[in-house]
């Protein structure tokens, strides 16, 4: 079965410490996705990719930078993690656009910066 | 831009009773795709149903959904809720045009107690 899986789980860091999330899809998809989830703001797109070498910005990219290393890899990082990057982070893969835009999301990461 | 709004934050029904969450959009293309995407407690968000042609009625586990580009609206029902159907649910908005990301609204949760 397709799968997106994030690791870690669960990460503490503190304020101006080095945070770098994984991501990896069995899918084949071309589109790649970092979104972060808060109460009250939904799913905010971070940085997004559609293919390996490529990476284009999001709605919330300060503070953030990714980089897609393979079609199966995609890495969000945290050069200086602050306390307003406390959030629950998704990765999310999709074969194309349009009718094609179907998201298969990962399980997660939980960030706390402290 | 484009933009999705949910209207409720949260939406709180008695077991039985009718569900509707409302969704509109806003896009200057003339073929939006809409999704619903639904999340439970302590999951990732997963695809309940998907539609890009106007007018037409789609439906997935007891939900149903029309896409009705006149009034931009993409509101998701079922006729009787149950307990299990308690989740945060998103609307999303995708098109040919923009590298597959999808703008998602804020969220309703739906609470069904007893």
């Known amino acids: 079965e397709a799968a997106v899986t994030q690791s870690p789980r669960n990460k503490v860091t503190v304020t101006g410490g080095n945070v770098t999330l994984s991501c990896r899809q069995t899918n084949s998809h071309n589109y790649m996705y970092w979104y972060r989830q808060d109460t009250g703001h939904g799913l905010r797109l971070i940085h997004y990719s559609y293919g390996a070498g490529n990476l284009q910005i999001g709605d919330v990219p300060d503070g953030y930078k990714a980089t897609r290393t393979t079609q199966e890899d995609f890495f969000l990082l945290l050069e200086l993690a602050s306390p307003s990057q406390t959030s629950l982070y998704f990765c999310?893969?999709?074969?194309?656009?349009?009718?094609?835009?179907?998201?298969?999301f990962g399980s997660g990461t939980r960030l706390l910066v402290i | 831009g484009d933009s999705v709004t949910q209207t409720e934050g949260l939406v709180t029904l008695t077991e039985g009773l009718p569900v509707m969450l409302n969704c509109t959009y806003q896009t200057i293309y003339s073929n939006p795709f809409l999704f619903w995407y639904v999340q439970h407690l302590n999951e990732s968000p997963r695809l309940l149903l998907k539609s890009f042609t106007d007018n037409k009625r789609t439906e997935h586990q007891g939900f149903h959904a029309t896409l009705h580009k006149s009034s931009s609206s993409f509101h998701l029902q079922k006729s009787s809720a149950q307990l299990s159907d308690s989740a945060l649910y998103y609307c999303?908005?995708?098109?040919?045009?923009?590298?597959?990301?999808?703008?998602f609204g804020q969220g309703t949760k739906l609470s069904i107690k007893p």
């Open positions: 999310a893969s999709s074969p194309g656009q349009g009718a094609n835009s179907d998201y298969t």
């Open positions: 999303a908005l995708g098109g040919n045009y923009n590298q597959g990301k999808l703008i």
